[in-house]
């Protein structure tokens, strides 16, 4: 089976190696100091303020986005959400099930954000600025210096969902000014689901003690209290702690400049010749993560998905909502390569013709 979604994605032999053991006991000095050594590494990877915080939640990336927003915003705040798709959406959906204040920047599919689209809402008292870095469901990478130099000069706290462009493209938590960060373990990463990471510089923290948000589990308060000695308040997903020290390690080692350079090589190679079939890419900024996909002709969508997977044993993203009949979607991440990219082609090519 090859896997060319975005998450889960194929698993390296040493994560799958982890995950194949007895979890150890957690509440000790070692797994302390190995969670201790992962915000490190983490804050490191992506340049985080030297004293930026992780919350290690054991939730997926929606409940991690859902967290952050109550833990940083209150009924008293104005926010602006990017919603380019599905998953900017889910940013005004959390604002609008918790009755807070929002406005969206509504963007088409596959639209880039751009200064025009910022300029209604400027200094118009909004206090925070919600954004996907990478729009998921359309494959689209907004330019995030665009959007710190509005934040910048309306003084907003910003909010990045980098679940999916986290390792896959270039991103500096401090060069952006970005005040929180949320990764999730499925994308980039390469790990099982099931944890998420948010990274919350020292404006935010004291935003999280600000609102006090009232909940049991994802108050960031008791997560941030217990993360100084490398805890987390309730049982974290232990093995995904494990195989994440082992990845850090392994990135920091490698460096996030050859890693994101590997990933962009993949999707440049499979761009480059899926063009030549009767496909195109409707995405002007695309991310490294993903190649979204638009067939000509009678060919739907569903049918290449469908054909790939009962035929190949291959795993490639069908789209949902007004999309699932425009669009599919390829991904670049996890453990794949040039020659399973050219596999893939060579399997469209013979499918294709079933399909016609």
């Not at 998953?87 to 406005?103: A, D, M, P, T, W």
């Amino acid at each position: 089976m090859l896997n060319f979604t975005v998450g889960p994605v194929t698993l390296d032999k040493e994560v799958l190696k982890i995950g194949s053991k007895q979890m150890p006991y957690f509440r000790n000095a070692e797994f302390s100091t190995m969670t201790l050594e992962s915000e490190e590494l983490l804050k490191r990877s992506m340049n985080s303020p030297l004293d930026s915080k992780v919350v290690f939640l054991t939730a997926s990336g929606t409940a991690a986005m859902e967290a952050t927003v109550l833990n940083l915003f209150d009924k008293e705040d104005k926010l602006l959400v990017v919603n380019g798709g599905v998953f900017g959406s889910r940013f005004s959906e959390i604002c609008q099930v918790h009755s807070l204040n929002y406005k969206e920047i509504k963007l088409n599919f596959f639209e880039d954000l751009t200064h025009g689209d910022l300029i209604p809402y400027d200094k118009k008292g909004f206090t925070g600025l919600l954004i996907n870095l990478h729009e998921t469901s359309t494959g689209v990478l907004y330019d995030i210096n665009l959007v710190k130099e509005f934040c910048e000069k309306n003084h907003l706290l910003l909010l990045i969902d980098a679940i999916s462009s986290y390792l896959a493209d270039p991103f500096d938590m401090e060069g952006s000014n970005a005040n929180a960060v949320i990764i999730s373990s499925q994308k980039a990463l390469g790990l099982p689901p099931g944890m998420s990471y948010v990274v919350l510089d020292k404006k935010s923290q004291d935003r999280v003690r600000e609102i006090s948000f009232k909940s049991v589990y994802f108050n960031f308060n008791k997560y941030l209290s217990d993360g100084e000695r490398g805890q987390t308040p309730y049982t974290p997903a232990v093995s995904n702690l494990l195989q994440l020290n082992k990845k850090l390690k392994y990135v920091d080692k490698k460096s996030v400049t050859k890693i994101i350079q590997e990933t962009r090589e993949l999707a440049v190679h499979f761009r480059n010749e899926i063009i030549k079939l009767p496909f195109e890419i409707p995405t002007k900024s695309p991310s490294n993560a993903l190649t979204a996909l638009r067939p000509l002709g009678s060919i739907s969508p569903e049918s290449v998905v469908q054909s790939l997977k009962m035929n190949s044993d291959i795993y490639v993203m069908p789209n949902g909502g007004e999309l699932s009949s425009k669009i599919f979607r390829v991904g670049h991440l996890g453990a794949i390569t040039i020659e399973n990219n050219q596999y893939l082609l060579d399997e469209i090519k013979k499918n294709l013709k079933s399909i016609s």
